[in-house]
């Protein structure tokens, strides 16, 4: 007698909601979290959230699109940290253009120690722009960052001395985005909120003073109260997160690369900071593509390092509540 075929069991409404919520957590450029989710019985849906664009530094939406893969592998490692099979489709869809992902997760599968830890590290990981310690990040812990992003993207560690071009290009493009009134604008729209409606950073993520630092983080144009030791990036590994093209997809795979090396680097006790200045203006994303050897398309610059144990950790920016980002769809 032949055995029926089993038929894969799906991960209820409830496990799939919980997963889109426990996404709220990613990065997401000056926090604006610009994306939203449709919670199906059989599937969720990312949508990009096209208000919550930078229109003014990010009109290509390569940041959203970055900010929206991060949320992307959150929900991922929400859902296997509950003992689920989760896989992603990305295929663009002409009709629904802001649809970048269906989630789906069937069959049950066992929780890993690994999968445990990086659930974790969604509610632990934060930005901390201050300077990072003496101590340097050991070369097993960049190495395991680095197998992270394997098969999204890759991250090329700078020697000194493109760190020292890195720095200038750094300088370049926050002059020109100082003298942009567009960007000005936009930049105090995102600072100046005092977390209404759970986006945008307020005064506590931003230092109180500039750090001292090789590689200049960009000038919030204004100064924030997270106190800054005297510590420096002399320690800090710096690396380009990069691909082979520059297209839509790619930034969106590049943003679950950024969530994996991040929540990695938070197991491993490792500061993650991200700088997209460089990204944002096109001629100093061309002096990023030199540093790749023209052979790959730069999306994101990396700063890693140890915090400094002396300072306490910053608090965590403000986040949308559930109801603002999760649809539950009947249907």
């Not at 493109?162 to 926050?174: C, F, I, N």
């Not at 420096?232 to 969106?252: I, K, N």
């Not at 491993?268 to 593509?289: D, F, N, Y």
Request: charged share 20%; proline share 8%.
């Amino acid at each position: 007698m032949v055995e029926p075929a089993s038929v894969p069991e799906r991960a209820p409404a409830a496990v799939l909601a919980r997963a889109a919520v426990a996404a709220g957590y990613a990065p997401s450029v000056h926090n604006t979290q610009p994306w939203r989710w449709s919670a199906h019985p059989d599937r969720l849906e990312l949508h990009a959230e096209r208000d919550r664009q930078l229109s003014a530094a990010d009109p290509q939406g390569r940041l959203l699109m970055i900010s929206c893969g991060a949320a992307l592998d959150h929900a991922l490692v929400a859902l296997r940290a509950q003992g689920w099979a989760a896989e992603a489709d990305t295929g663009s869809d002409p009709d629904r253009p802001d649809l970048l992902a269906t989630v789906t997760a069937s069959n049950r599968t066992p929780v890993t120690p690994g999968a445990k830890r990086l659930f974790e590290a969604l509610a632990t990981r934060r930005t901390d722009r201050r300077p990072v310690s003496e101590q340097p990040v050991g070369a097993p812990a960049l190495a395991t960052i680095q197998r992270a992003v394997t098969g999204r993207a890759r991250l090329q560690p700078l020697t000194r001395e493109q760190v020292l071009e890195l720095a200038a290009a750094a300088d370049a493009a926050s002059t020109v985005e100082s003298a942009d009134p567009a960007i000005r604008a936009e930049l105090a729209y995102w600072t100046g909120r005092s977390a209404r409606g759970g986006v945008g950073l307020t005064a506590g993520v931003l230092p109180g003073r500039a750090p001292r630092t090789t590689v200049p983080d960009r000038d919030f144009g204004r100064a924030g109260t997270l106190v800054v030791g005297s510590g420096h990036d002399r320690a800090a590994t710096y690396l380009l997160l990069y691909g082979d093209d520059d297209e839509p997809a790619s930034w969106l795979r590049a943003g679950e690369a950024l969530s994996a090396a991040w929540l990695t680097a938070e197991t491993l006790g490792v500061s993650v900071l991200p700088l997209s200045v460089t990204i944002e203006v096109a001629g100093t994303r061309q002096l990023l593509r030199r540093l790749l050897s023209g052979l790959g398309h730069p999306y994101l610059v990396l700063r890693l390092g140890i915090a400094d144990p002396d300072q306490p950790g910053p608090p965590h920016t403000p986040r949308i509540s559930p109801a603002g980002l999760v649809e539950i769809a009947t249907l």
